[in-house]
C-alpha cells in the first residue's frame, strides 16, 4: 500500500484496463460517468460478468448435494473459489476459508459463535473509533446477551490510531478484540500486525475486517497471525451477496455452528444432531453460487494485473488527488493519516455534503455522501458527514480531474 510510481511495470495499460469494465463506459446525467465510490462497491470487469451469465447460462445446479454431472460441474466450480481465496491471502488450511455473504455476515457469525460460547458478565471486547457499523453492532447484541462490554481504542485528530491507548485498554477483562484493516471513512491503515501481536501476547484473538484492504493490496493472514479475517467480493471485482471468513481452524473447529439447515450436519435425528466438517460447518443452505463462481474469476483478475501494481496504481492516485484537492480553497480533507488508502474524505465550507453529493451528481460524479456506516467517526470530528471519493485502480487522473472541475462548479454555486 505504500507503494511509488517506479515499482509500477510500464508494460502494465491501465487504460486498457479501464476498457474492460463495461460500467464505466457510460454517461450519467449527460456527462461521461466518474465513479469514485469504489468503497461502497467496486464494479465488476466484462470477464466476471461472462462468467457468471455462463454459469447461469449453461452450468447452474444445486451443490454438494447431486450426483448428477451437472450438479458435480456446478460443485466443483463454486468449490474451486476457496483454493483461490486460499492462496490469495495465504490461508493454511482450505477449510479455513467460509462462505459467507459479506463482510457483515463474516463479523456476525464469530460474534454470534464464538461471543455467545465464550464471552461472560464482565468480559471486555475491544474495538476502534474507526469502525465500520458491521464491527460494532453484532458485538453490541451479543454484548446484551452475554453482559461483555465495548471498548473502544480511540483515533486523534488525523485518524490514526492512539495505540498507548490501546495498551492501556488491554487488560485481563479483554475477551476479544476486533479490528479495521483500512478505514473506509478515512482511508487510515491501521497497524493491525502490532495490534494482533500485543494481543496474542495475553491469548487474546483477533478478528480484522478487512473490507477495505483486500481489494487494494495483498494481505497475509499468516504473515499477520489474524485469527479472523472478514472481506466481501463485491468490492473486489466480484459480485454482491459472496464473502469470506477466514478463521484459523483450531478456532474454528471449537465454535458451534452459527446457523442451521441443510449442508452443516452430519447427522439429524429428532434425538441428535452432528454437524458437518469445516468449511461445511458454518455454510447453512443453498448458498449464492452463481456470486461464489464469479468471486474466482474476479480473483483471477485481481492477480492477472498484480495485486502489488493494484496497490502501486492505487498509491499514485490517491497521491495525485490529495495534492490536487488540497489546493482547493475551503476543503478540508478529514482523515490525514501518515498512512492511507484507496479513500478521501473531505468537506466544503458553508455546504451540506449531502447538497455538495447531488451537484456532483447533475456533473457525473458519484461519490458517497454521509456517515459511511461510521457514525461514532463523524462524531469523533463533530461532522454530520463528510463527502467521499473512493478510488480503484481503474480510475485514471482525469477522473480526479473532473472531480476536482465539479467541486468548484459546486462552490460556484452555492456562491
Ligand atoms: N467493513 C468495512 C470496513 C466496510 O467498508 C464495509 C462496507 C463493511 C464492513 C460491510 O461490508 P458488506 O459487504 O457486508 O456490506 N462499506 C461500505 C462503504 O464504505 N460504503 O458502503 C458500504
Not at 54 to 65: D, F, I, P, T
Not at 131 to 136: F, L, P, Q
Not at 283 to 300: F, Q, R, S, Y
Request: charged fraction near 20%; proline fraction near 4%; aromatic fraction near 8%.
Amino acid at each position: 500500500m505504500n507503494h511509488t510510481k517506479t515499482d509500477i511495470p510500464s508494460t502494465i495499460n491501465w487504460n486498457e484496463i479501464r476498457s474492460q469494465f463495461p460500467v464505466l463506459n457510460q454517461e450519467v446525467n449527460g456527462k461521461r460517468l466518474v465513479y469514485l465510490d469504489n468503497g461502497a462497491s467496486s464494479q465488476m470487469p466484462q470477464i466476471v460478468v461472462d462468467r457468471i451469465n455462463a454459469y447461469h447460462s449453461h452450468e447452474h445446479a444445486n451443490v454438494h448435494r447431486g450426483i448428477h454431472s451437472l450438479s458435480q460441474h456446478a460443485t466443483d466450480a463454486f468449490e474451486s473459489t476457496r483454493e483461490k481465496v486460499q492462496k490469495l491471502i495465504n490461508a493454511r488450511y482450505l477449510e479455513e476459508v467460509i462462505y459467507t455473504t459479506g463482510t457483515t455476515d463474516s463479523i456476525n457469525l464469530v460474534a454470534s459463535s464464538y461471543g455467545r460460547t465464550y464471552f461472560k458478565e464482565g468480559d471486555e471486547i475491544l474495538v476502534t473509533e474507526m469502525e465500520h457499523h458491521a464491527n460494532i453492532v453484532p458485538w453490541q447484541i451479543i454484548g446484551e446477551q452475554t453482559g461483555a462490554k465495548l471498548k473502544v481504542i480511540p483515533m486523534d485528530e488525523n485518524g490514526e490510531l492512539i495505540m498507548e491507548k490501546f495498551y492501556e485498554l488491554l487488560s485481563a477483562k479483554t475477551k476479544f478484540v476486533s479490528v479495521i484493516h483500512v478505514s473506509n471513512a478515512l482511508g487510515t491503515i491501521n497497524p493491525v500486525k502490532e495490534i494482533i501481536d500485543a494481543a496474542h501476547d495475553r491469548n487474546i484473538p483477533v478478528l480484522v475486517d478487512g473490507a477495505q484492504a483486500v481489494p487494494h493490496s495483498t494481505v497475509d493472514v499468516q504473515e499477520l497471525d489474524a485469527d479472523f479475517y472478514a472481506f466481501s467480493a463485491h468490492k473486489m471485482c466480484g459480485p454482491t451477496g459472496f464473502g469470506i471468513l477466514y478463521g484459523k481452524k483450531e478456532l474454528l473447529d471449537a465454535m458451534p455452528p452459527y446457523r442451521g439447515g441443510g449442508d452443516m450436519i452430519d447427522k439429524v435425528t429428532f434425538e441428535k444432531t452432528t454437524w458437518n466438517d469445516l468449511p461445511h460447518k458454518f455454510e447453512a443452505g443453498t448458498p449464492p453460487i452463481a456470486a461464489g463462481v464469479g468471486l474466482g474469476t474476479a480473483i483471477d483478475y485481481l492477480n492477472s494485473i498484480g495485486m502489488d501494481n493494484i496497490a502501486g496504481r492505487e498509491a499514485e492516485l490517491i497521491t495525485y488527488a490529495t495534492g490536487k484537492l488540497s489546493k482547493i480553497d475551503g476543503l478540508r480533507i478529514v482523515g490525514t493519516a501518515h498512512k492511507k488508502a484507496s479513500v478521501i474524505s473531505f468537506l466544503l465550507d458553508g455546504v451540506h455534503p449531502t447538497d455538495a453529493g447531488t451537484i456532483l451528481d447533475k456533473e457525473g460524479i458519484a461519490v458517497r455522501t454521509g456517515h459511511h456506516c461510521a457514525q461514532p467517526v463523524m462524531d469523533h470530528f463533530n461532522i454530520p458527514g463528510t463527502l467521499r471519493a473512493s478510488i480503484s485502480f481503474y480510475n485514471n487522473e482525469d477522473d480526479i480531474d473532473r472531480l476536482v472541475e465539479g467541486i468548484e462548479y459546486t462552490k460556484e454555486f452555492f456562491e
